[in-house]
C-alpha cells in the first residue's frame, strides 16, 4: 500500500504580484492569488515518473500556495523566537475554543465520539498550516516562485522584469533552486487587444523561457459566491512587521464558472507541464551524483583485482551511525543551502519516487543530516520503526528541550499519526507520548490525549486513563478548564471500570480481601480516582458549580476508607467545607439537595453497646461469646427446675445509655455536631420519637485524625415497648444532615447453590432494648476498702489470692428475693465469708510435715452460685434501696490479661429471673516459674528422687517463699532430712532448689482407678455407652517443706488449688484429645492420676501484704505398661473397615490419640545403678593388672510386671562423655541372664581389669531388657507364685547404654607413689 502523506509534505509555491495585480483583485472582491490558486489543491489524476520512468498516478496531489513577502519576513524572524511563539498561538487557540468543543461533543451522540476530536483537527491544521522553512528540513523551502502580473499595467513587461529583478530576501539556508513561473492575468476590461496580448506572450517566452501562462479572466462575480476551502490557521507575523497590503481571508469566491475554469486549467497546467517535469529533471541529475557518489574510483578496482587476483569486496560488518543532536545539525546548516541529498529525497518523495526517498534519507541518517523523521511514513507499518522514531524525537528527552525541539517534534508526530497507516498497531501512542516530553505545554497536552485516545480505542484502558490524566494536569496549567475537566472525566470513566479478566468471587471472601473490613471501590487504583475527583471538585467549584464541586469532595471521602490517604485527606476536607459554606450561603438550609449522602461512616454498628442503669458492661458486651456461654451455665443448671431467664430491659422513665463507639476512618480533624440517636418501635405505625423515647442531643463532637472514641448518649423510654435504635443523626461540620444506619450486617447465608454462588446475607439487625414497667433491678459495682466505686483494672501478681468486694444493690421497688453468681472458668472466684481484705496471711502451722485431705476426684464444670441473702441481710431478700457488700478471692496463674465476667442472676418470684454483667479487665504479673524432675533411685526406701526448682522471673518484686508442699494420692512424698525454713527471700531472677524423695503408699487403690478408667475408655470406644459408675473420691496426702508447715485444708486454699489443678488437666486432656468433647472427656479420666504428683508453693511478698500460691501440676511418675493397649485393641478389631475413607480416617486418628495419651504410657521398668568397692585405688603394676570388684545392682521398678534382662560387658566405650577416661574392661563372666519379678532387685558383681593407672569410667556394659505381662494382684500384692512356671508372654523389649552419669575410679600406681614419698623425704 502506498504511503497517504499528509498535505504539509507537498510541493510549496510562493507567489509575488506586481502591484496592478494586488490591486485587480482587490476592487474584484477576490482574496489573494495564493488563497484562490490553494482552493484548487489537491489535484486528482495526476501522474508522475520515477528515475526509471516508471509512471506513477496519484490520486490526489497536493499543492501549498503561499506570498513570497509573508515567507521572507517570517524567515527573519528567530526560529527559537518564532517556535516559542507557534506554540503560545496554538495553545491561545485551543484554550478559546475548548469550551465550545466540549459542549458539542456532548451533544453529540456515544459513537460520533469514536471519531476525531475538534481539538486533535485543530491543531493537525495548525501544524499543517505552518509553512515557513526551517533550518532541519526543506519540505518548506520553495519549489517554485510564481511572478504575476497583469495586463493593466501601463507595461507588463516592465513589471515582469521589475519582479524578476528584484532580490529574493531568504536566508542562506534555504535552497536557492526553484523554479521561476511568470502568470500573466488579463482581465476583460484590459486595454490590450488579442494580437498585442499574443505578441506580449511571444516576447515574454522569448526573454524569460517557455514557463510563462497567459491567463484571460472576466473578473466578473457570478451569480452565486462559489465556496472554497479556507487557508489553514498559520501563524501571524510579529507584531512589529506590517505588509503594505493585507486582504482578509474569505470563504467564498466571487467569480464566473468561466473564470473558475481558467484558473483551474492554469493550475494544473503549471503542475504537470512546468513543475513537475523540472522536478523529475532535477532528480535524475541528483540521482546520477548521488548514485556517483556512492561508487568506489574505477582505478582502486583495478588495482585491487591487479593485486589480489579477485575483485574488491566490501566490509559486511555494518556502521552503527551516532544519532545527531538537533543542535548539531542546526549548527552544521546554519548558513548554508541543505544538501542536495536530502533535496532529492524530498523531490523524490513528491514524485512518489519513494524507493529513491528512502536511499537518499537513509544515506542522511547515517551522516547524521536527519532523515529519520519521514523514513516511518515512507516504510512499511512495522514494529521496527520505533528506531527511527526514536532517533527523530532525541532532542527533547533532554531535561530542558527548546521550543524549536518542542516544535519539530510536534510536527513529526502530527504527521506520524495522519500519515502512518495502522499507525495504532504498531504502538504509535508511545511515539506520541514522546513527543510529548516532559513540557507542559497546551500542544503537548494534547498529544498526549490524543495516545490515551487511541490506547482506549485499542482496549487498553488502564493506560489510556493514566494518559489522561496527565494531559489533564498540564492543561490544568495552562488554564484550559474545559478540557482538562473532559479528560478527567474520561480518565475516571475508564479507572471506575473493572478489569474484564477477575480472580473467582470466593477469592476475596478466602483471603479476606479487602483487610480490616474495608469497602472496595468498583476501580481498581482508589488513590487515582481520588486525585481524579479531587481535580475535578477544584474545577467544578472555579467555574461556579458548587453543588458538582461539592458531590466531587464527597464521594472522595469514601477512598479513605481503602487505603492510606494521610496527603490527601486534610486538603479535601479544607475544600469540602469551602465548597459548602459556599453552597449554604447561596441556599437556605432546608433547601440543600437532599441526595448529599456522606460516602463514610463514623459510627461502629457491631461495637456499639447498650448500658442499663447501674451496669458497668451491657449484655451486648464485645465478649459476647463468654455472657452467651455463661447464660447456656445458668440454663442448664436450672432445667429440673422453674423459672425462666428474662434478657435484661430498660425501664420506663429511667435512663439508659448508648455507647456509641466513634471511629474517624480520615487522616485529618473532623466536627460532629447536634448529635443525637433516633429510636423508633418494633411494632407497626409510625409514632413520633418525642413519644417513645427522650435521646440526648451533644452539640459538638471533635474528632482527631483516626481516633478513636465511645461515646454514651443517654436516653429515657416513655413506653413499655421493644425500642429499636434504628440511626445515628447528626451534621457533618456545618449544615450538612447525615443519618448513618446502626445496622450490623445479618450472617452469610449457604443453604441453596444460589447462596453458595453468590455472596448472600441475611437481613440487618438493629440494636433492640427491650423496655418494661418499673420492677425489680439490681447493679453490681466493685469498691475498695474506703467504700468507693472503683473502675480501675485488677492488677494481680501471678498466683496472688487478691480480695474483691462488689456491692449489690436493688435499684427497682420490688424486692429480690434470689441472687445467683455464675462466672467465667478463666480466674477462680470464691466468695469469702470471713471477709478477708488486704493484709491477711496464711494459716496458723501446723504440728506435722504432712496431712491428708479428701477431694472429689471428677471434673466438674462452673457452676452457679447461690448468694445467701440471709446471712449477707439477716433477711431472706434485699429491699429496694439496699444493697450488700460480698467479699470475693481471686486466685489465677496463667500468665495473661484477661477479663473478669460474672453473670448476676435475680428474681422477686419463682417464675422469671433478669440478669446484670458484671466485667472488670484483670492484668497478671509475672513472679514464679516452677520446674520439676522425677528420677529413680537405688534405696529400697524410697524409689525416686523429686528435684524442683523455683525462679523468680519478676523484674523489681523480692518474693519470699513461706512453703513448698508435695501431694498426690498414691505416693508418699518425704522431704529432706536436713529440712530448714523456707522464708528464704528470693530476688528476681534467682533461683531456689529442693528435692524430695518419693515411695508408694501401701494400700492405696490404684488398680480400682485403674480398672475404672479401663471400662469407661472401652465403652467410649465400642460404643456402648457412657458407664454409669462415678469416680470415687480419693485422698491426697501433702507433704510440706519447712520447719513451718501450714495446712492446705482450709476452704478457699484447696478450692483454689483444684480448680488451677482441674484447669490444667482440662487444658491437657483438649490437646491430647482434639475430637473428643469436653463434657465426655471430664466423665472418662479422674482428676488426680494414682502417678500423678503435684507441687504447692506459698509465696508473700514482704512489702506489702500481698500474698498467694503457685502450682506445678500432673507429673507422672512411676512405671507404667500400656493400660489401654488391650481396649485400643478390641476398638480396632470391632470397627472393620468402612466404606468411608472419612470415618476410618477419623477412628485411626481418635485410637491414635488414646495411645499417644498420659494413660497408656509404656516404660522401661529396670534401673541400672554401677558402685565400686572402692573410688580410689592403689596398686603396683609391675605385678600385672589390676583386679576391681564392680557391683552391677539391677532394680525392677514395676509393680506388676516381671522382667527379664541380659547384662553384657563389652569393654567398648558406650558413653560420649569423659573421652579422657580409661574405657572399663571387665574380666570373668561378661554375660549374665537373670529374671527378676515386679519391685525385686538383684546384685551381679562383677571384676573391672585396669592395666594402668589413671581414670576409668564405669561404662562399657549394655542391658537387654524383656518385659512380661503383669502377674495377677490380690489385696495390693502380686501373687506369690513363680514367674519362671508361667509361660512367658513379652509385651516389649528395651535397651540401655551407660549415660555418662555411672562414676570414675582412680587407680594409682603404688610404685610410683612410693617413689614420689621417697623423693620429697
Known amino acids: 500500500m502506498e504511503p497517504k502523506l499528509p498535505s504539509s509534505i507537498s510541493p510549496h509555491v510562493t507567489t509575488i504580484l506586481s502591484p496592478d495585480l494586488t490591486e485587480l483583485l482587490s476592487t474584484s472582491s477576490l482574496p489573494p492569488l495564493h488563497h484562490i490558486l490553494q482552493s484548487y489543491s489537491p489535484l486528482p489524476i495526476v501522474t508522475t515518473r520515477t528515475t526509471a520512468l516508471t509512471p506513477i498516478q496519484h490520486k490526489a496531489f497536493h499543492l501549498r500556495f503561499s506570498n513570497l513577502e509573508e515567507i521572507e519576513l517570517a524567515c527573519k524572524e528567530d526560529e527559537e523566537t518564532r517556535s516559542s511563539r507557534f ?17 458539542d461533543l456532548a451533544s453529540r451522540p456515544p459513537e460520533a465520539a469514536q471519531g476525531r476530536m475538534p481539538w486533535w483537527e485543530e491543531i493537525r491544521k495548525c501544524v499543517e498550516g505552518d509553512w515557513v522553512p526551517s533550518r532541519t528540513e526543506g519540505w518548506n523551502h520553495p519549489t517554485s516562485i510564481i511572478y504575476a502580473v497583469s495586463t493593466m499595467a501601463p507595461n507588463p513587461i516592465q513589471a515582469i522584469s521589475h519582479l524578476y529583478a528584484r532580490h529574493i530576501d531568504l536566508p542562506p539556508w534555504v535552497d536557492p533552486t526553484f523554479l521561476r513561473f511568470i502568470l500573466i492575468v488579463h482581465p476583460k476590461k484590459s486595454t490590450l487587444n488579442a494580437d498585442e496580448c499574443t505578441a506580449l506572450l511571444n516576447a515574454i517566452r ?17 451569480p452565486s459566491p462559489i465556496p472554497i476551502v479556507s487557508l489553514p490557521p498559520q501563524l501571524p507575523l510579529p507584531s512589529t512587521v506590517q505588509l503594505a497590503h493585507v486582504v482578509p481571508d474569505t470563504s467564498e469566491l466571487w467569480m464566473s464558472e468561466t473564470d473558475a475554469m481558467a484558473t483551474g486549467k492554469f493550475v494544473r497546467e503549471f503542475l504537470t507541464q512546468s513543475l513537475i517535469p523540472w522536478m523529475e529533471k532535477n532528480v535524475l541529475e541528483w540521482n546520477e551524483a548521488f548514485i556517483n557518489k556512492g561508487r568506489l574510483p574505477s582505478r582502486l578496482i583495478s588495482s585491487t583485482r591487479r593485486l589480489f587476483g579477485t575483485t574488491g569486496v566490501v566490509p559486511s560488518t555494518p556502521i552503527t551511525s551516532q544519532t545527531p543532536s538537533f543542535s548539531s545539525m542546526q549548527s552544521a546548516t546554519s548558513s548554508s543551502p541543505p544538501p542536495q541529498t536530502r533535496r532529492l529525497a524530498e523531490l523524490a518523495t513528491f514524485l512518489g519516487d519513494y524507493k529513491l526517498a528512502v536511499q537518499a534519507l537513509e544515506s542522511l541518517r547515517k551522516e547524521g543530516k536527519g532523515g529519520s523523521a519521514i523514513l516511518p511514513l515512507l516504510l512499511s507499518p512495522s514494529s521496527s520503526l520505533i528506531s527511527y522514531a526514536a532517533q527523530a524525537l532525541a532532542p527533547v528527552f533532554a531535561e530542558e528541550p527548546s521550543a524549536t525541539s518542542l516544535h519539530h517534534a510536534l510536527v513529526n508526530a502530527i504527521r506520524w499519526e495522519s500519515g502512518i497507516h495502522a499507525f495504532s498497531k504498531i504502538g504509535g501512542e508511545r511515539w506520541l507520548v514522546w513527543a510529548a516530553s516532559t513540557a507542559e ?11 490515551a485516545f487511541m490506547s482506549k480505542l485499542k482496549g487498553a484502558k488502564r493506560k489510556a486513563a493514566l494518559w489522561y490524566v496527565m494531559s489533564a494536569h498540564r492543561l490544568e496549567k495552562c488554564g484550559i478548564k474545559a478540557l482538562t475537566a473532559h ?41 487515582v480516582l481520588a486525585s481524579i475527583d479531587h481535580s475535578l471538585g477544584r474545577i467544578k467549584y472555579s467555574s461556579g458549580e458548587t453543588e458538582a464541586a461539592v458531590r466531587l469532595f464527597l464521594g472522595i471521602l469514601r477512598y479513605s476508607t481503602q487505603l492510606d490517604m494521610s496527603d490527601t485527606d486534610e486538603v479535601v476536607i479544607d475544600d469540602f467545607r469551602q465548597a459548602l459554606q459556599h453552597l449554604e450561603s447561596t441556599h437556605p438550609t432546608e433547601e440543600l439537595p437532599s441526595d448529599l449522602i456522606l460516602p463514610i461512616r463514623f459510627c461502629v454498628p457491631n461495637q456499639c453497646t447498650v448500658r442499663l442503669g447501674g451496669q458497668n458492661e451491657s449484655f451486648l458486651s464485645t465478649d459476647k461469646e463468654t455472657w452467651e456461654s455463661l447464660e447456656q451455665i445458668w440454663t442448664d443448671s436450672r432445667r429440673k427446675r422453674k423459672g425462666k431467664l428474662e434478657r435484661p430491659s430498660a425501664e420506663i422513665g429511667r435512663q439508659f445509655w448508648l455507647d456509641v463507639v466513634l471511629e474517624n476512618p480520615l ?13 423508633s418501635t418494633s411494632s407497626e405505625g409510625n409514632v413520633p420519637q418525642e413519644d417513645i423515647a427522650i435521646a440526648q442531643v451533644i452539640d459538638e463532637i471533635h474528632l482527631y485524625a483516626k481516633e478513636r472514641r465511645t461515646v454514651s448518649i443517654g436516653l429515657t423510654p416513655k413506653v413499655a415497648k421493644t425500642l429499636v435504635l434504628t440511626e445515628a443523626r447528626y451534621y457533618f461540620f456545618s449544615n450538612l444532615p447525615v443519618k448513618e444506619p446502626l445496622s450490623i450486617r445479618g450472617k452469610r447465608l449457604n443453604d441453596t447453590v444460589a447462596q453458595r454462588q453468590e455472596a448472600t446475607y441475611a437481613p440487618s439487625q438493629f440494636t433492640k432494648v427491650p423496655v418494661r414497667q418499673v420492677g425489680c433491678m439490681l447493679s453490681v459495682e466493685q469498691v475498695d476498702e474506703d467504700d468507693e466505686e472503683g473502675d480501675e483494672d485488677i492488677v494481680m501478681v501471678q498466683g496472688e489470692i487478691y480480695s474483691v468486694v462488689l456491692r449489690i444493690t436493688n435499684r427497682g421497688i420490688e424486692e429480690i428475693n434470689e441472687v445467683w453468681l455464675t462466672a467465667a472458668d478463666n480466674i477462680s472466684i470464691w466468695i469469702d465469708p470471713e471477709k478477708r481484705g488486704k493484709g491477711h496471711d496464711f494459716p496458723e502451722p501446723l504440728s506435722g510435715s504432712s496431712e491428708e485431705i479428701s477431694v472429689h476426684n471428677i471434673v466438674t464444670g462452673t457452676r452457679p452460685f447461690l448468694l445467701p441473702l440471709e446471712t449477707l441481710t439477716s433477711s431472706p431478700s434485699l429491699p429496694p434501696g439496699h444493697f450488700i457488700d460480698v467479699h470475693f478471692l481471686l486466685h489465677s496463674e496463667d500468665i495473661i490479661d484477661s477479663t473478669l465476667n460474672i453473670l448476676v442472676t435475680y428474681s422477686n418470684d419463682a417464675d422469671a429471673y433478669f440478669y446484670t454483667c458484671f466485667a472488670r479487665n484483670f492484668e497478671i504479673i509475672p513472679a514464679l516459674s516452677v520446674s520439676a524432675s522425677i528420677d529413680p533411685t537405688s534405696s529400697d526406701v524410697c524409689s525416686y528422687t523429686l528435684r524442683a526448682e523455683v525462679e523468680n522471673i519478676s523484674d523489681d518484686l523480692e518474693i519470699e517463699l513461706a512453703q513448698l508442699s508435695t501431694s498426690s494420692t498414691d505416693w508418699v512424698i518425704h522431704p529432706p532430712h536436713r529440712s530448714t525454713s523456707l522464708h528464704t527471700t528470693i530476688l528476681p531472677h534467682q533461683t531456689i532448689r529442693r528435692a524430695f524423695t518419693l515411695g508408694r503408699k501401701e494400700g492405696s487403690e490404684t488398680e480400682e482407678i485403674k480398672e475404672l478408667v479401663v471400662d469407661k475408655v472401652s465403652e467410649f470406644l465400642l460404643g456402648k455407652g457412657t458407664s454409669e459408675r462415678q469416680i470415687p473420691d480419693t485422698t491426697l496426702r501433702i507433704s510440706h517443706d519447712g520447719t513451718e508447715h501450714r495446712s492446705l485444708a482450709e476452704s478457699h486454699l484447696q478450692f483454689f488449688i483444684r480448680f488451677t489443678r482441674m484447669r490444667q488437666h482440662i487444658r491437657a486432656l483438649t490437646e491430647a484429645f482434639p475430637t473428643v468433647p469436653r463434657q465426655v472427656l471430664q466423665s472418662l479420666f479422674p482428676l488426680y492420676g494414682p502417678n500423678s504428683v503435684d507441687i504447692i508453693i506459698l509465696w508473700k511478698l514482704p512489702s506489702s501484704a500481698r500474698y498467694g500460691l503457685v502450682t506445678f501440676c500432673d507429673m507422672q511418675t512411676g512405671v507404667a505398661h500400656g493400660l489401654l493397649d488391650r481396649v485400643i485393641e478390641q476398638a480396632m478389631e470391632r470397627k472393620g473397615k468402612s466404606i468411608y475413607a472419612e470415618t476410618k480416617r477419623e477412628h485411626e486418628l481418635l485410637l491414635q490419640h488414646f495411645k499417644e495419651c498420659v494413660w497408656n504410657r509404656e516404660t522401661d521398668p529396670l534401673v541400672v545403678s554401677v558402685r565400686p568397692s572402692q ?49 572399663a574392661t571387665y574380666s570373668g563372666q561378661l554375660t549374665y541372664h537373670r529374671l527378676l519379678p515386679p519391685s525385686q532387685s538383684t546384685t551381679v558383681n562383677a571384676t573391672l581389669r585396669a592395666r594402668w593407672a589413671g581414670q576409668y569410667l564405669l561404662d562399657g556394659w549394655r542391658l537387654e531388657v524383656d518385659v512380661g505381662e503383669a502377674i495377677p494382684i490380690e489385696d495390693g500384692t502380686p501373687q506369690e507364685s513363680n514367674p519362671a512356671a508361667e509361660p512367658w ?21 603404688l610404685v610410683q607413689h612410693n617413689r614420689g614419698t621417697i623423693a620429697q623425704d
Open 1175 to 1223: 573410688p580410689v585405688f592403689e596398686h603396683d603394676f609391675t605385678r600385672g593388672a589390676c583386679p576391681i570388684p564392680v557391683q552391677f545392682t539391677v532394680r525392677n521398678y514395676s509393680p506388676t510386671n516381671p522382667v527379664r534382662y541380659v547384662l553384657r560387658l563389652s569393654g567398648s566405650r558406650m558413653s560420649p562423655t569423659h573421652l579422657n577416661s580409661f574405657v
Open 206 to 222: 522569448k526573454q524569460y523561457g517557455l514557463h510563462v501562462h497567459f491567463l484571460n479572466l472576466t473578473l466578473e462575480p457570478g
Open 1289 to 1309: 508372654k513379652t509385651r516389649a523389649r528395651y535397651l540401655q547404654h551407660p549415660t555418662g552419669s555411672e562414676g570414675i575410679i582412680l587407680i594409682k600406681n
Open 87 to 103: 506554540i503560545d498561538w496554538m495553545g491561545t487557540r485551543i484554550s478559546r475554543r475548548a469550551s465550545k468543543w466540549v459542549d
Open 487 to 527: 479528560y478527567l472525566r474520561e480518565a475516571r470513566s475508564l479507572y471506575s471500570q473493572s478489569p474484564q479478566k477477575s480472580f473467582s468471587p470466593a477469592y476475596a471472601e478466602s483471603e479476606k480481601w479487602p483487610p480490616d473490613g474495608k469497602e472496595q471501590s468498583p476501580g481498581v487504583y482508589p488513590l
Open 441 to 451: 505545554e497546551a500542544p503537548t497536552a494534547l498529544l498526549l490525549g490524543r495516545a
Open 667 to 679: 487522616e485529618t480533624d473532623v466536627l460532629l455536631k447536634r448529635f443525637t440517636i433516633h429510636v
